[in-house]
C-alpha cells in the first residue's frame, strides 16, 4: 500500500532528545492527527518527514520506498507537500498567483489555471482572488496555504496547525475540505491545536509528548486515554 511510514525515527539537539525511537504511519484516503502539548516534538516530526532535517536513528518512506536520504525536493516530486506554522506566502502577489507559482511547479503544470480556479472554488477564496496575500486575515492566509499544498497534487500532505486563526465556519468548512482531500486519495497528516477539529475530521490519531509517541488509535480511544489526558492536564 502506498503509505507513509516513519520507523523508529530519533532526533536530537544537544543532549535534548526531540524524537525518540518514534514510529507512524498514515494511509491513503485517511487522515492522521498527530497531537501533543507545545514542545511535543510535532514540528520537528514534520521536519524529518519532509527532508528538513536528518534523523540520527530511524527512517521514513513513501510507498514503500526509503526516503531517508532523499532532499526536500526529490521528495516533493514523489508527492508529498507541506504547509508550515508561519505563512510562507508571496505577500505582494494575489491569492490566484501564489496558487499559480505553486500549481506551475506540480505534475500538472499545463492544466495549472484550470486548477488554480478549481482549488479557489473548492477553498471558498473566490471573493478574495485578486487580493493580495498581505491583505488577508491570519485564517484565509493558512487556507491560501493549503490551496498551494494542494496545488502540486499531492500524495502526501503534511498539514502543521492549518485552522489557527480561523473562525468557528472557516473550520467547519476547512474539515469537510479535509475530508475530501482524503477521500481523493491522499493520505493527510493534521497536526492541529484545535481538538474539536481533530477529533471530528482524523480516522486515526498519534500523541507525542516529550518526544515519544504515547498513544495511537482512533479519536475516540484517544479521547479516553489516561497517559494522553495526563500530558495534557500539565498544559490545560
Ligand atoms: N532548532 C532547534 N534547536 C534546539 N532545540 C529545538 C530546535 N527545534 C526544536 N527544538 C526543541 O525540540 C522540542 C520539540 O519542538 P517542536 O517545535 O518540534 O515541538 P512542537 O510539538 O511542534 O511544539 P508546538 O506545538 O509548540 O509547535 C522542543 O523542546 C524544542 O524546544
Known sequence: MASLQVDGVTVAFGGHRALDAVSIGAEPGRVTGLIGPNGAGKSTL???ISGLRRPSAGGVSLGGRDVTRMP???RARHGLARTFQRLELFGRLSVRDNLLVAAEMGPERRRARHMVA???ERLGLAHLADQPADALSTGAGRLVEVGRALAVRPRYLLLD????GQDGEETERFAALLRSVAEDGAAVVLVEHDMGLVMSV???VHVLDLGRIIASGPPEA???DQAVLSA???ET
Open 46 to 48: 514534520f521536519d524529518v
Open 72 to 74: 526536500p525536493g526529490r
Open 118 to 120: 478549481e482549488i479557489v
Open 161 to 164: 496547525e492549518p485552522a489557527a
Open 202 to 204: 482524523c480516522d486515526d
Open 222 to 224: 484517544i479521547q479516553r
Open 232 to 234: 495534557y492536564l500539565g
